[in-house]
């Protein structure tokens, strides 16, 4: 019940293609859900978050759809970038475990000139 | 630059040595973790310090273990590890108390065992 599915594993599209990453979790406590990206050889950073009072959150190109009945959330990226090629992660929380993120597996993303 | 630094950046030990990781911190947070990232699988939280307290241990084994001095360090002591621990260890802190999980990661030190 503490796990976090993420789909695909991985993801190529053309620059201006809007890759979408997909996550479904079964532990209905969750109550904050963040996206992280990681680039080679660093670690990963906070790119978008959501809390499941809102269907839905954009920051700049990037948007997060939460279906709360479903128990699913995804990651939108728009018009996409050669600069957005990282490794996205998915991750939900709670607030009796302040901090205590439970990822995703991760998709890596390549997005091809 | 995450504000969390860790060294070394690469490590590569035998079975039977003694090595140590170091995390250090300038972000003013009180709560600092050990995550163990492995190719093809998620994030495993292996401990948390809040205030320098031990509040989380995820069922890691004792060849690992963890020491915070204080709100601005964090190490992970090694010993008589395993080639299935050869992986990405990342530390990372955040306020403590705080709901927003928003964790900030060092670049993490890669290990590789013999």
């Known amino acids: 019940q503490q796990q976090v599915k993420q789909s695909p594993q991985s993801l190529i599209v053309q620059k201006g293609g809007i890759p979408i990453i997909n996550c479904a979790y079964e532990?209905?406590?969750?109550?904050?859900f963040p996206w992280y990206q990681q680039f080679p050889g660093k670690g990963p950073a906070l790119l978008i978050a959501i809390r499941p009072d809102v269907s839905e959150k954009k920051e700049g190109r990037f948007t997060i759809s939460f279906n709360k009945s479903a128990k699913q959330f995804s990651l939108h990226i728009m018009d996409s970038q050669p600069g957005d090629s990282a490794t996205y992660f998915c991750a939900a929380s709670n607030a009796s475990n302040t901090g205590k993120l439970i990822f995703g597996q991760g998709t890596t993303l390549q997005v091809k000139p | 630059e995450t504000g969390v630094t860790q060294t070394p950046r690469h490590l590569v030990m035998g079975m039977t040595n003694k090595k140590s990781l170091k995390c250090e911190q300038h972000?003013?947070?009180?709560?600092m973790y050990w995550y163990k990232q492995s190719a093809k699988k998620p994030l495993e939280l292996m401990f948390v310090?809040?205030?320098?307290?031990?509040?989380e241990n995820n069922s890691v084994p004792s060849r690992f273990s963890p020491e915070c001095p204080n709100s601005s360090h964090l190490f992970l002591h090694l010993h008589t590890l395993q080639p299935e621990d050869s992986a990405l260890y990342l530390c990372?802190?955040?306020?403590?108390?705080?709901?927003?999980?928003?964790?900030?990661f060092g670049e993490g030190s890669r290990l590789t065992v013999l």
């Open positions: 990372a802190s955040s306020r403590a108390g705080q709901n927003t999980g928003e964790l900030f």
């Open positions: 310090y809040n205030f320098k307290e031990q509040t």
């Open positions: 972000l003013g947070h009180n709560a």
């Open positions: 532990n209905t406590a969750f109550d904050y």
